[in-house]
């Protein structure tokens, strides 16, 4: 919580400063008449100065709270909100709400210890879905380490992908003895590095020594250089350590900037984990240049229009307020008084918006008068063939490349190709066109060689035949294959099916793992 109220203090600005100005003879006039209300008792001239003594009752002057005040006050927050307040970033329509997380779990005979019940093993799992759950669906990797590093599972946002690889996780799995937790980050650095967003890394281990602590402060310092390419530079906003360790061990050092939680029987541990995570990476986007600044005047909209509630009650009504009002709600449009209660309060595009955060795609879809978020809506709807429709009326680079992926989706990649080539004739430095470009162009080339390599007889190595891609170069012909089916049962169930893999997770891990460290590559 504190760090919270460091980074909210440090972050709060107004986007537009210079409307404070109108604070000034908001100051100036409250405090004119409310000198001269106190100079008069109250009495504002109504009454002769004897006939007002006479009718005031001792003590129950209103010298506290006046109508003034009020006024003054309802203006003030009214000129803060327009001044724009703000102190988070708005987020960009292809942005994660979660930062994404690797999670680094060490697979060592010492990780079968039963000091933790059942054992410190089986605790790491746990704890593992316990953070799936708690990150509701986020984009999270699994990297196992002992003397080698591997990636487990890839970044995904399917929380069912990770359980049987967890499940098969056993110090047998691993080729080579040891405790590289320098190499599992620096596979969790690489992992995120491919984001495009800064991360976490939480490592699940039940010691640290202090010479590794020192390493991993260095690879932490180290981390705008570039490896095979790709950007490193703040891939990792935050580090964190769930020790598997019992309650009377004492906790280990952690390198500096790193949080360290000891495993509990409760959720106390991953909402700790998660916490830490959440903060380093609403800094991380503060410190993103390239997302503007989200207005939160509104906030200060509320609690104005609550005060001038008090205008109804007996002894501070405003002579002028209930024309104001009146004249007000005469100019109105029409439409404003027809769309119901939430048109008075909030416009389409924030009606929509707020559709959006809620991932109803398709009444943000409905809501958005702007045709560019409707299109971003319809693009996480699914609707990618809508969404390529409303982007083609857009002359803008954004909108050219949303409706180039939302051809990819559709498997419209040589339309990808000339939409990315159209948003990098807009803005040649647009980054996503950039980076997306040369990889439609590479499937593309991909799909036809392989159609090309099938119609001669030649090995693809392709085997979905009910799969049409795009093919406007003609290399290659549709070819019809049919599959016997004399063999196959007419229906099988998730479990029927998987009944019938021989290989178990553990077998396939083991011959994964050895051949990667047989090979010495990089996962």
Same mark, same amino acid.
């Given at each position: 919580m504190t760090a919270d109220l460091t980074l909210f203090f440090e972050a709060f600005h107004f986007l537009r400063p210079w409307l404070l100005v109108c604070a000034v003879p908001v100051l100036w006039t409250w405090w004119r008449l409310r000198k001269r209300r106190d100079a008069s008792g109250g009495n504002d001239g109504w009454l002769p100065p004897h006939l007002a003594e006479a009718l005031t009752v001792p003590g129950n002057s209103a010298k506290w709270v006046q109508p003034i005040d009020v006024i003054s006050l309802v203006l003030l927050l009214l000129a803060a909100a327009v001044a724009g307040p703000s102190w988070t970033r708005a987020p960009t329509p292809f942005s994660a709400q979660t930062a994404p997380l690797v999670i680094v779990m060490q697979i060592t005979p010492s990780m079968q210890n039963t000091d933790v019940a059942p054992e410190r093993l089986a605790?790491?799992?746990?704890?593992?879905?316990?953070?799936?759950?708690?990150?509701?669906?986020?984009r999270t990797a699994l990297v196992a380490f002992a003397g080698s590093a591997h990636v487990v599972v890839p970044m995904s946002e399917d929380p069912g992908v990770m359980q049987p690889y967890l499940e098969g996780l056993t110090p047998d799995v691993m080729p080579i003895e040891g405790q590289d937790i320098v190499g599992g980050f620096r596979v969790a650095q690489t992992l995120l590095a491919r984001e495009g967003m800064p991360g976490g890394v939480v490592f699940m281990i039940d010691e640290l020594p202090a010479s590794v602590s020192s390493e991993l402060?260095?690879?932490w310092a180290q981390r705008g250089a570039k490896e095979e390419g790709a950007e490193l530079a703040q891939a990792v906003a935050s580090?964190?350590?769930?020790?598997?360790?019992?309650e009377a061990a004492a906790m280990p050092r952690v390198p500096e900037n790193a949080a360290a939680t000891r495993v509990t029987p409760d959720d106390r541990d991953v909402a700790e984990v998660e916490r830490?995570?959440?903060?380093?990476?609403?800094?991380?986007?503060?410190?993103d240049e390239t997302q503007p600044w989200e207005d939160r005047g509104v906030w200060l909209a509320w609690p104005a229009l609550v005060l001038l509630l008090l205008w109804?009650?007996?002894?501070?009504?405003?002579?002028?307020?209930?024309?104001?009002?009146?004249?007000l709600w005469l100019l109105q449009p029409e439409q404003a008084q027809a769309e119901g209660w939430r048109d008075w309060f909030l416009t389409p595009d924030q009606q929509g918006w707020r559709a959006f955060e809620r991932k109803d795609y398709d009444a943000a879809a409905q809501a958005f008068e702007d045709p560019y978020l409707r299109g971003m809506a319809l693009y996480r709807g699914g609707q990618y063939d809508t969404a390529a429709q409303e982007m083609a009326r857009l002359d803008t680079a954004d909108a050219a490349f949303l409706q180039g992926m939302a051809h990819l989706k559709s498997r419209g990649y040589r339309d990808g190709v000339r939409a990315f080539e159209r948003a990098l004739e807009l803005d #040649?430095? @647009? +980054?996503?066109?950039? /980076?997306?470009?040369?990889?439609?162009?590479?499937?593309? &080339?991909?799909?036809?060689?392989? !159609?090309?390599?099938?119609?001669?007889g030649e090995d693809s190595g392709i085997g979905a035949d009910d799969v049409v891609f795009d093919?406007?170069?003609?290399?290659?012909?549709?070819?019809?294959?049919?599959?016997?089916?004399?063999?196959? #049962?007419? @229906? +099988?169930?998730?479990? /029927?099916?998987?009944?019938?893999?021989?290989?178990?997770? &553990?077998?396939?891990?083991?011959? !994964?793992?050895?051949?990667?460290?047989?090979?010495?590559?990089?996962?």
């Open positions: 605790r790491a799992r746990q704890k593992t879905m316990d953070l799936l759950a708690l990150r509701s669906g986020a402060s260095e690879a580090m964190s350590f769930l020790m598997m360790i019992p830490s995570l959440a903060s380093a990476y609403r800094r991380a986007q503060l410190e109804f009650r007996r002894g501070m009504a405003v002579r002028w307020a209930g024309q104001a009002m009146l004249i #040649p430095d @647009h +980054l996503g066109a950039q /980076q997306n470009l040369p990889i439609s162009k590479a499937i593309v &080339e991909y799909v036809e060689t392989t !159609r090309e390599q099938s119609d001669t093919n406007e170069t003609g290399r290659g012909e549709d070819t019809q294959i049919e599959v016997p089916t004399e063999d196959m #049962p007419a @229906h +099988l169930s998730t479990d /029927q099916w998987m009944r019938t893999v021989d290989t178990r997770t &553990e077998d396939f891990l083991k011959q !994964r793992f050895r051949l990667e460290a047989a090979r010495g590559e990089q996962p």
